[in-house]
């Protein structure tokens, strides 16, 4: 896995073409907010011996730690999934990952906002494989997405910035996911 990170994050240093991770084509930029993005990183998420989703992270500006991610404007995590997902098993990961991130007053604090997620992520039934789903951050508004159509949006920043730290945080959902989306560093 080491020499994948390695070859995704050369890739990025050395071109501004679109960048294939396990055959997942990255656009190098995105559009949020009516902002242009860069790609800053992407890398797999395995759970157990199974690939679960190429996950990426876009921002204003290329950033190596998460202090200058959630610093800077309009940014996306985005998740191309690499095999099907029901609502419930999207529902039970982004918890388990904030419960790993939050200690239980940050948890209570973004109780309502976390209950309004799981809301938008029930609406999706299924995640199919090769779907996208988008968590964006514009202002102060975290708005997610799939397949391209914006499925719902949830106010509040300490909210994003929380979900943020799933992927990047001190107790990433996996280590090597978060170095690769912090573009190597």
Do not use: C, H
């Not at 070859?7 to 501004?16: C, K, R, Y």
């Not at 990183?41 to 998460?66: E, H, M, N």
């Amino acid at each position: 896995m080491k020499s994948m990170v390695s070859i995704v994050a050369f890739a990025m240093a050395t071109s501004a073409a679109a960048v294939d991770v396990e055959g997942v084509k990255l656009d190098d930029k995105a559009s949020v907010g009516g902002q242009e993005l860069v790609l800053n990183g992407a890398g797999v998420r395995k759970r157990a011996i199974f690939k679960v989703y190429v996950g990426s992270l876009y921002v204003p500006a290329k950033a190596q730690t998460t202090q200058e991610v959630l610093a800077k404007g309009p940014r996306r995590i985005q998740l191309n999934l690499l095999r099907n997902l029901s609502s419930d098993q999207l529902i039970e990961a982004l918890m388990d990952g904030l419960k790993q991130n939050l200690s239980p007053a940050e948890m209570q604090a973004i109780a309502v906002q976390s209950g309004e997620m799981a809301a938008i992520m029930k609406s999706f039934g299924q995640a199919k494989e090769g779907g996208v789903v988008t968590i964006d951050f514009v202002g102060t508004s975290t708005k997610i997405g799939l397949d391209g159509a914006a499925r719902g949006t949830i106010e509040g920043a300490a909210f994003n910035d929380a979900l943020t730290r799933i992927w990047i945080g001190e107790n990433p959902v996996q280590a090597d996911l978060k170095k690769a989306m912090l573009g190597g560093a």
